[in-house]
């Protein structure tokens, strides 16, 4: 369903193509909201045209649910899907789907997956309780957060400016990842001096924690 939140809270569309539980939605950016797509339990990814409410496109990977996906931000065609252990890049612009890449290294269910600023890198995270970073163009992961002290985190969202991103632990709490060299982050731990720690939450984390923990 799609709803108008700024005037009337009316019912403004509806978009009918699944057989099961809607698990992921995602807009892709790039189209300046012409396009969206919807990932449920029948294993199906549909592509929808916003305007018409015609389903464009259908993707499908090895009869397995995608439980997250998101587009990359200037690239309409461009869309990753967390699917069980793995996350597929599927390029959209072929009918059904075509697989450009596989990342392979979580041990458990990909519970989330975002673009990162730039749209060169992106973040998953998993119920194996560690969040990684991967390169777009390869399959290798250039970080790889597995802390002992950390939980799984289902969510998280990127600050828009200045690259922090606040996850949604299942400890209760917010975790902070924060910019660090090469462009890679850090995991901002209770020990961060209380100056950089206070900084990051002027910086606006409170605005991501609270997208976190709208999505719990």
């Known amino acids: 369903l799609l709803w108008d939140v700024l005037g009337d809270r009316r019912k403004v569309a509806s978009y009918n193509g699944h057989a099961g539980s809607i698990k992921s939605i995602a807009f892709a950016d790039s189209c300046h909201g012409a396009k969206f797509s919807s990932a449920g339990l029948d294993g199906l990814v549909h592509e929808w045209s916003t305007e018409t409410g015609a389903a464009t496109n259908t993707l499908r990977y090895k009869d397995q649910v995608c439980t997250t996906h998101a587009y990359h931000p200037e690239h309409e065609h461009f869309l990753l899907a967390g699917v069980g252990r793995r996350i597929v890049q599927w390029d959209t612009r072929v009918a059904g789907g075509k697989v450009v890449r596989e990342y392979d290294g979580h041990q458990g269910a990909v519970t989330h997956v975002s673009m990162l600023q730039g749209g060169t890198r992106f973040m ?25 002290t950390m939980h799984a985190v289902p ?31 850090k995991l901002a731990k209770d020990r961060l001096p209380a100056r950089e720690r206070n900084a990051l939450i002027a910086a606006g984390l409170v605005d991501c924690a609270a997208a976190c923990l709208a999505r719990s």
């Open 124 to 148: 998953s995270s998993s119920v194996d309780k560690t969040v990684r970073t991967w390169d777009t163009n390869s399959s290798v992961a250039v970080q790889d957060f597995a802390d002992v």
């Open 155 to 185: 969510h998280f969202a990127q600050h828009p400016s200045d690259g922090s991103v606040a996850g949604q632990s299942l400890d209760n709490r917010v975790i902070v990842f924060a910019p660090g060299k090469a462009g890679k982050l």
